[in-house]
């Protein structure tokens, strides 16, 4: 099924609050979204302004999902990637993923890197990371408060512009301690 992204427009507010609030959201903050903070959030740029935009995932007659681009001042915005239930599963976050890359990158020069987080337990999205040439980078312990109270790790992706175009993936050194103590060495002498 061929995947189109178009952009939103601020006069599809009552499509987009019907899409945010007609299914769950279980890997993100709010697994509910009330519609009164996403008319505030309308209301404050969040999904489209000179730092954010937004598009719709688009298959065949069907509004499968969700993509808000954030931070797009800046050489390393974000993302946040949103599939309806009935549409998981089928593919749609690895092209739409491939889809955000390229837009990014081609669409703003400046961007050296495109960094998304979600959480540990999110075994799907951190495949497609995977599968779409992200790299992990990071690791933060008890830092994405989900439903009911309960604590979760989050995981750190992100693509290097120079990896995306030469088709590669670069790891950052993970066992780099050996350069906090060559320092220690140096000052101590």
């Not at 931070?71 to 974000?78: A, I």
């Not at 593919?91 to 955000?100: E, N």
């Not at 933060?140 to 992100?158: I, K, L, P, S, T």
Request: glycine content about 8%; overall charge negative; proline content about 3%.
């Amino acid at each position: 099924m061929e995947i189109t992204y178009r952009r939103f427009v601020p006069s599809e507010g009552d499509a987009l609050i019907n899409f945010l609030t007609s299914d769950t959201w279980p890997f993100h903050s709010s697994v509910v979204i009330d519609r009164d903070r996403i008319r505030q959030w309308m209301s404050d740029g969040v999904y489209d302004s000179e730092e954010n935009r937004t598009f719709w995932i688009v298959a065949g007659d069907n509004v499968v999902g969700l993509i808000r681009l954030m931070d797009l001042g800046d050489e390393t915005p974000l993302f946040d990637l949103r599939i309806r239930s009935q549409w998981r599963g089928k593919g749609f976050g690895g092209q739409t993923l491939i889809w955000i890359t390229r837009y990014l990158f081609d669409e703003f020069p400046r961007i050296r890197r495109i960094e998304g987080t979600t959480r540990q337990d999110n075994v799907a999205m951190r495949r497609t990371f995977q599968r779409c040439g992200y790299a992990k980078e990071a690791h933060y312990r008890d830092a994405w408060a989900g439903a009911e109270g309960a604590v979760h790790d989050a995981v750190g992706y992100a693509i290097l512009r120079r990896d995306w175009e030469a088709g590669t993936v670069t790891t950052p050194e993970w066992h780099d301690e050996h350069i906090v103590a060559s320092h220690d060495q140096l000052a101590s002498d």
